[in-house]
């Protein structure tokens, strides 16, 4: 078993009081890359917020974050800002859109570094060179002066995952990453994700709403309903034969160019957070049983590694 | 939901406490001749500059004359001023807006050259000319003030005319035959006027500073009439021996500007809240 | 970018044109006979040879357009007539009187800058606490308040009551004290409420939150990035500031009697000695005009994605 960089247990967050995802536990091994996988709303960006534990107004109502040992719920902000920011790295949909547009990406870098206590001005071309080459980006000085409203946005996020390298950064969360991409930079930006875990050893939670990215890119998919974690396992093995009904009903939802049509469920996701009692997919399920409105939420392994929170009769594989 | 929801409530019984400060302001000013204890314009030389008593409840001026009536009158003439002021470049801004961003062109270009020149000058550097060469009374000092005043609601008026001009609703309205004014009056106005209500409400507190400010320079309202601006600067001599005559114009003006002035602001809270521009 | 400069110089003469049109012809309508109120100025006793010579004398018989091309062509080249009253040149004048205003405005806007920036930035990040809501009356307060109001009170609070400072003005640091605080304080408290608003929306911004997961420091974010960002607004009212200025100097400088170029230009009024007030309209409106220009020019310098038209 792989040592585990990040360990999170019974995860309830929300806004408000009211939970937007919960009892969501699963566990990061170093140097692994985790795929989360849901539709909009299901609470996938959430919990990565819930995770940083940065977000204005967002609040752990149950569980724990463990960070390579240190137990980050239960530190003040302070210290657990110092403690997140020395480790994590995260990167956004928009990945300029964390750097201010009109300074120099080189002002920038200066000035986090700076405030990391990480700035050696005699090592600092090399370094940042070093870094930028390792994303491709063969031009340190040019990137360097320019501004971030002057590039690409491929340009940009590999820009953002070269300054977690120097950051020193061993965990990565990105929310929707290559989202605002187009389709050819995806594939690329994916690739340097990959190469980077290769290379570098960088663990990560990458949040992404497109399945064939998840299956590229994770070693494990997480699958999100209603802010509950309803389906874990390893990548392919989940992609080629899902265990929950609503993993199938996503594998389905997507076209494929031999001539299969999109299979779409009836009704729609729960707006209002993970459901208090029962399945909360049940209401949509074709498996749905007499048990499931009120079955207690729980994780089974389906097989190796494989998890499933389905309780109906032929849920399991 | 519930927050955006309290926040406009809170914003509208902000709004109506000073729509109704404002009225009784201007309440007070209109039935000023009954209110007033004495003549405002009555001079007495047995009683020049002396201290707030019974007969004279805030002192008299140089001349005898009772501040109190005096600072009354003057609440009629600052904000009547400003709001008739106001009101006159409301209209005649927001039509050549209008116009200038209907028809385009030279008559578009025309507008907009002019108000781009004339604010170019200072404010009230060229209110002070104005009213200075043209000799100064009350409507020398509003025409001096509205000079420029009229160019924020034609740029407004044009700028939102050219949006919404290619809106369906207004294609339609051109394609059943209305008439351009029709058009104008009653398609676009109701959508536009948001905005130009706000500038309108926050602009009564700078025109009452503006009138009020040429009349103590001496080129807006001359005596004897009363006028706030006016009093403070004939009372200014007499500083050390009368502060009261400075002292009571001067807390009037205060007040009446901060209530205009933050009930302008309350307009702009209710209208840009429940707006969705 | 020379096609830019160049456009933009164009565009400026042609705004200096039609700004030297318009003041001349401010002169030009003012009701009554130049001659008649160059006389009067001088106290001199009007009759009709006296009144025909000073007309011939003034060019006043020519067309409109040869008045203004002559008027215009002289001030050009600095010579903006003589004074109705004493005969001395307008342009010396100003000159003169320049140099004690530029003191007052700079001093004043000084002094607006250095408490205003400040506290917006901390009405801003301590959002809603108690001094914020402290700081906002204030400054809705003193935006509220006409300059000819607060030198007055100044003057009688400080000078009359408490005897501190002097009522006519020395020419020096001590007389600048109390015109420099008049018209700093209604600027003060426009500058805080809308600095403080423009912060606030910088703050709102994704670089600012993706700053701070990246650890960086607070007041690395707010001095070198939000300032920085929000500094276009910030130059546009400090821009737009010179105008209320030059209007502010006529009211603070005649009350104090600080010699400038309001002080000058109320003189004329008094004096109804038109060319002086000319003068004073047209360098006002021109330096207003440049300094809203050089304040355009940086903006590019601080936002390179902002295009003039």
Known sequence: MKEAILEISGLSAGYGGAPSVADVSFT????????????????????????????????????????????????????????????????????????????????????????????????????????????????????????????????????????????????????EPTSALDA?????????????????????????????????????????????????????????????????????????????????????????????????????????????????????????????????????? | ????????????????????????????????????????????????????????????????????????????????????????????????????????????????????????????????????????GLFNAMLAMGVTGWTLYARLARAQVLALKEEAYVSAARLTGQGV????????????????????????????????GLSFLGIGVTEPQAEWGSMISGARAYLQLAPWAVLAPAGATILTVMVFNYLGDCVRDVLDVEGSR | MEKYIAKRLLHLAGILIAISFLTFLLMYLAPGDAAVKKLNAQGIAVSQEVLDKTRADMGLDRPFLVQYGDWAWKALRGDLGSSYKDSTSVAGKLGKAMGHTALLALGSL?????????LAMLTAVKRDSVPDYILRFFSFVANSLPNFLISVLLMYFLCVKARLLPVVADKNFKGLLLPALALSIPMTGRFLRQFRAEILEQLGKSYVGGARSRGVKERYILVRNVLHNASISILTVVGLSVGTLFGGSVVVE????????????????????????????????????????????????????????
Request: proline residues 6%; hydrophobic residues 45%; aromatic residues 6%.
């Open chain 3, 110 to 118: 000084a002094l607006s800058l250095l408490v205003s920036l400040p």
């Open chain 2, 1 to 136: 939901m519930n927050v955006r929801h309290d926040k406009r409530s809170r914003n509208r019984t902000r709004l109506l406490i000073f729509l109704g400060l404002a009225g009784l302001l201007t309440l007070l000013s209109i039935f000023a001749p009954l209110l007033a204890p004495n003549d405002p314009n009555a001079t007495n030389a047995l009683h020049m500059n002396e201290a707030p008593s019974r007969a004279f409840p805030f002192g008299t001026d140089r001349y005898g004359r009772c501040i109190c009536s005096r600072v009354l009158m003057g609440a009629r003439t600052s904000i009547f001023s400003a709001v008739a002021l106001v009101a006159a470049t409301f209209v005649f801004g927001s039509v050549l807006g209008m116009l200038a961003g209907w028809f385009g062109g030279a008559a578009d270009a025309l507008v907009m050259r002019l108000a781009d020149v004339l604010l170019a000058f200072p404010q009230m550097v060229l209110a002070i000319a104005v009213a200075g060469i043209l000799g100064g």
């Open chain 3, 254 to 309: 005649t009350i104090f009697r600080w010699p400038g170029l309001g002080k000058l230009a109320m003189d004329a009024i008094t004096n109804r000695d038109y060319p002086v007030i000319q003068g004073f309209v047209l360098f006002a409106a021109v330096v207003y005009v440049l300094v809203n220009l050089l304040t355009d020019v940086a903006y590019h310098w601080i936002d390179p994605r902002v295009r003039q038209e």
């Open chain 1, 184 to 317: 050819t930079v995806q594939l690329q930006v994916a690739k340097e994700l990959r190469r980077l875990r290769e290379a570098e050893g960088l663990s990560q939670i990458i949040v992404t709403h497109n399945l064939a990215l998840a299956e590229f890119l994770g070693d494990r998919i997480a699958v999100l309903y209603g802010g509950r974690l309803v389906e874990l396992g390893p990548a392919r093995a989940l992609a080629a034969a899902p265990a929950h009904p609503y993993t199938r009903s996503l594998m389905a939802a997507i076209p494929s160019l031999d001539g299969r049509m999109p299979a779409p469920l009836p009704g729609q996701p729960p707006l209002g957070g993970p459901a208090a009692a029962g399945c909360g997919f049940a209401d949509r399920c074709p498996l749905a049983g007499d048990g499931c409105q009120e079955a207690p939420y729980a994780l089974r392994e389906v097989s190796q590694g494989h998890f499933s929170a389905c309780c109906a009769e032929g849920g399991a594989v």
């Open chain 2, 181 to 212: 004014l029709s058009i104008l009056l009653k398609t676009l106005l109701p959508n536009m006027l948001g905005p130009l209500v706000v500038n309108a409400s926050t602009q009564i507190g700078t025109m009452m500073i503006g009138i009020a």
């Open chain 1, 28 to 175: 990061l091994a170093r140097g692994e890359i985790l795929c989360v996988v849901g539709e909009s709303g299901c609470g996938k960006s959430t919990l990565l917020k819930a995770v940083l534990g940065m977000e204005p107004g967002l609040r752990i109502l149950a569980g724990t974050v463990t960070l390579d040992g240190t137990e980050l719920t239960s530190l003040p902000e302070k210290e657990r800002r110092k403690a997140c920011a020395a480790r994590i790295g995260m990167v956004f949909q928009d990945p300029g859109g964390a750097f201010n547009p009109i300074r120099s990406y080189r002002k920038q870098f200066i000035e986090t570094l700076r405030s990391r206590g990480l700035y050696d001005p005699a090592a600092f071309e090399d370094r940042t060179a070093e870094a930028l080459g390792k994303l491709g980006l063969t031009e340190p000085r040019r990137v360097l002066a320019s501004c971030p409203y002057e590039m690409s946005g491929g340009m940009k996020a590999r820009v953002a995952l070269a300054l977690t390298l120097l950051l020193g950064q061993e965990l990565l969360l990105a929310d």
